[in-house]
Each structure stands twice: as C-alpha cells, then as structure tokens.
C-alpha cells in the first residue's frame, strides 16, 4: 500500500514533516511505501541534506500550499496544485491508500468530504481521537469538532463508526459505547442527549452502555465515547489545556504523559470514502510518524469496506 | 444579617454541616447571625458533643430530610417540612437574607424557583462557579447546569447576571465577558453560539470580549465566562476530574491547589430573588464555612437589588 503526506502541512513544515516521514520508513513494512506531496526541489533538498536516499519515497510535485490561515474552500478551488487538494484526488483515484496532512484543517476536511465524498449513508463525516485511560488502555472520542449541532440520527452514527472503528483498527473485540451527558441516570441531560440515548440503545449495530459524565473520561467507562462536535471539542481542547499545565510545571507521570498528541499522531476524518487523518498544527517529526502509520493502520485494517458494507445494510 | 444552612445536606451531614457552621461563627461578622435547619434535637446534640453554646446560633426544627436521591418536586411537596423547603420559605418571607445547602440539589433549585421565583425579567436561573486563574486571579463561569439547551437570549442574561455577580460579590470594576467556544474568529461555534455572539456585542449592560477557546481558561481571558448550562457543567466536571486525578498522585501546584472546590464552598444559584447557594455533595467543614460566607457575600453586597433594578429597566 502506499501512503501519502502532506510535506508542507503544520507549523513546521517541511523539516518535521520530512523528518517523521523519515522516520516512518522502519516501520512503513515491506511492499508498502510512503509517497511526499509538496514542492519537489524542496523535497529533494531536504532529503539530501538528512543524507536519505530519494529512492526510499516516491514524490509527487505539488506547487502550491495552503497556508494555515486560507478559507479552506477557496484556498482548494484556487490551489488545485497544492499537496492537500493533489493528496485527496489521487486518493479518491485509487492511486494512494491513506493520506496525511497536518496542515490547514478546514482545506484538509473539506477536500476530503469534496473528493472522496461520504461512504453512502453516512450523514455527516466526524473526527476521533485517543483519550488514554488510568488502566492503561484507551478510549476513542467522537466527534471532536467536524460536526457540531449534530442531529440525533448523526450522533447515532458517530457511535456506529466509532465502534467499527475501535475494532477495526485499535482491536477492540466488542467495544462498549457512553455517551457523554452531564449525568448517568437515563433521560439526562439537554435535548440532543435525552433525544440520541433511546436511538443509541435501540440501535442494534454497537453494544450501548448507557450514558457516562466527565468524572468517567480516564476511567475505561467506554471504549468508544460519543459527543456533539461541539462538545467533544470543548472536551478535547481542555484535555489539551490540562496537558500544557502539566507538562509547563515539568510533571512526569504515566497517565499524564500518555496525553501527549504526538503518541497518536492525528485525528482520522471517518466517514469518508478513504482513510484521512489531520495532524495536530504543532505536530513534530514523532506526531507526522506516527499520524503516518495510524493512516496505514486504517488503510491495512479494512475500516472504509467495513464501514461501507455496514452503511450499505 | 440572618444566613440559614441546611444541616442534613451533603453526604457527610450533619457532622460537616455542624463543623462548618460552628467554624463559620467567627467571620460572620457583629450583628450577623446563622440559623440553622435540621431536626431540633439533633443539632442541640451535635453542638452540645461539641462544647458549643446553643445560644449562638438559631435553631429552625425541621423534623423532615431530603435525601439526595429524592425526585426534587415529589420531595418538595412530601416534604414541606424539611431543611431546604423551610428554608426557601423563610427567605421569600424575608425572615432569613439568604439560605445554603450541600443537599438535593435538584430540589433546592427546583424549590428556589417555586419558592423565590425568577426575578421579574429573568428568564431562566443559572449557577455559577469560580476558576482559578495562572495569575493569581479567578474567572466565572456560568451556567454550570441549571440550564441546558439556553435560548440565546437566555445566555445573554447569564452574561448580565455574571457580570453583576463578578462586580457587586467580587469586586471587579469592569469585568469582561467571553463566550466560550471552539475557536476565537467571529462566527465560530455552533448554531447557539453563532446566534449569541452578535447579541453578546450588542448588549450595552455588559463588556464584550468575544470568543474564548478552552485553551484560555486559565489565562485570565476574561471576568465572565458564559456557556450553555450543558456545556458549562461538562467543563466544570471536567476540571473536577482532573483535579482528582492531580490529588491523587500527591501533586501540589499553586494554580492545582486553587481548583480546590471547597475554597469556593458552593454554587450561587442566580436570577431568584434572594441569596441561594448549592453545595457540593461531598461538602467538608471548610466547603460548608466557605458556602456561608459566600452567602454573606451575596446578601450583604446588595447583588439581588441590584440585578432587580437593571432587569427592572
């Protein structure tokens, strides 16, 4: 399988990028390959600086960049050349197996719901991420942003692909699904909540554990944790917060370092008819390494046929 | 001033009511005085183990207790006769200035609202809580969960009201108001924010500062946080879930230390028409003395007066 990176995406673009495509290499496995989309003299000058072989990644000339701060629909209409917007139509060609990008966001979703459009039946795309629990394990949040005012049926669907995906690519034999409310007890919290828990309890596609409050969050209550992307936002971003205090005051402690972003790489766009995953801004070479090998994960593992198959039911 | 608590409220009552009572004594200031609620023979017991005079405080005798698992309206009206409904009847009748309880706290809001009733103009009631901030100063944020799914014009007034609790009880001069949101650009956030924003910049009784990011919390970014009372009291527990994660590895930390909720001692239930503050379930002595005093504080600074004049106009 070959999977492509957005070389130009992140504030640190391109040596972080260019050096955790590097360091992917090891672990890429054999038959598969990395392909770099940006500038191709830039590409080449950096490899040559790092003393890495050309020959070990296939590069693919993208012009144009995105910048972080570009209305994500203009910036694809007029940079048809760019990495973001080249990435996803040779995605949704076949021509690559995944794509990354840590760079503009909006671009990154927009293009990936433009390019790739939804898997028929799904309703809205959403993003996940990996919230470390106490026990060692983890849980996946969604929707962390991509879709916020969610409709009922929508927040159905988070949990359906947030389930496949907690099999499919973190192994998770039956994941349990909380919704996240501000209280356990059924008929909790505000409409959405009170309107989504009889359809998540009802739904015969995940294995519902009822709803679940913050205090719950690193205490392996669910394996999958269901939230309006408004909220899961709110949630995630202080998340972050609590993690910069942390780290900003030098505490070092096994579930507080696990908050580290750069462990899970990026948050994969679900729902699409391929595997994207978004990097954090701020990635470093570790995050781009491992937001590499979470898109071979998606892309080797089968999520998009089984999500297809699913929805198709 | 006469403040009245609840004795049998919160799970380590009356043991903790009494402490924080007895503790409270001291700062309530000359002329003041507290009453207590609670079965009469029990509290004369509980100071008289104790060595505290009975004379220094006032006794109600409220023979009947909510138990903290009661369905509030069903408690309130089985019984009349319990600290929380004696309580809220005798502040609307004027007879105490203000009443505090760690108790049911679906029945002491639900019997707030019957009892004292909305201010005139107020649409919805909201409770509040304190942010320690780096800096050494403290943010508001409301609501934190009297009311979910708040109509804009409802947030609003929660700004209103917060920044008429943040000038009159705390003392800000000028305080300045953030919506809480997922991004700082205008326009950001979902349909309830979007529709707020622009009635935020447009209210001439409050200091807008815009959207504020998760990220800002603790940056002092403004006096005055609003949010949704569903996300409000998400992020709160969320803060609460990491403070207990913080203390239970033995963590000390200035910022840490002052997420403490019991420096705080409640949640001022505001937009009645008298003084009200819910506690923390887990109430200990310093949470129940400092809910006390915070009481005080609501009563003596006029902040229910001054809500009724600017509602009023």
């Known amino acids: 399988m070959r999977f492509g990176l957005d070389i130009m ?16 290499l090891d672990e890429i ?28 990644f296939e590069i693919v000339h993208c012009p144009q960049v995105i910048a972080m701060e570009e209305k994500p629909l203009k910036a694809l209409s007029e940079k048809p050349d760019s990495g ?28 990936a719901v433009t ?15 990996m919230i470390p629990q106490e026990d060692g394990s983890y849980s996946l949040l969604l929707d962390i942003g991509t879709t916020p005012d969610a409709k009922p049926e929508v927040m159905v669907q ?39 828990f009889p359809l998540l309890k009802a739904c015969g596609h995940i294995r519902f554990t009822g709803n679940m409050e913050p205090r719950e969050l690193f205490k392996n209550r669910a394996d999958v944790v269901v939230a309006d992307g408004f909220v899961g936002n709110i949630v995630l971003k202080e998340i972050e917060t609590f993690y910069r205090l942390i780290q900003k005051r030098g505490i070092s402690d096994p579930l507080f370092d696990r908050l580290n972003y750069e462990i899970y790489g990026g ?4 729902g699409v008819n391929a595997p994207v995953v978004l990097g954090h801004g701020i990635s470093s070479p570790l995050a781009i390494k491992n937001m ?22």
């Open 9 to 24: 995406g992140g504030d640190f673009a391109p040596a972080a990028t260019i050096d955790g495509a590097v360091a992917a």
């Open 29 to 56: 496995g054999a038959g598969n390959g990395i392909v770099l989309f940006g500038p191709e003299t830039l590409i080449r000058e950096e490899l040559r600086q790092r003393g890495v072989s050309e020959d070990r």
């Open 84 to 111: 973001i917007a080249t990435g996803l139509r040779m995605l949704a060609q076949g021509q690559i197996d995944a794509f990354s990008s840590a760079g503009n966001s909006g671009a990154l979703l927009a293009g």
């Open 115 to 129: 390019s790739l459009k939804c898997i028929p039946g799904v309703l809205r795309p959403c993003t996940c991420t």
């Open 158 to 196: 988070f949990a359906i692909i947030g389930s496949l995906y907690s099999r499919y690519v973190l192994g998770v034999a039956d994941p349990g699904v909380g919704l996240l409310n501000v209280g356990t007890e059924d008929g909790k919290g505000n409409l959405q909540c009170q309107t989504v």
């Open 267 to 270: 948050s994969p766009i679900l």
């Open 292 to 313: 590499l090998l979470q898109s071979k994960k998606m892309g080797e593992q089968g999520l998009v046929d089984a999500l297809r198959r699913l929805f198709a039911a």
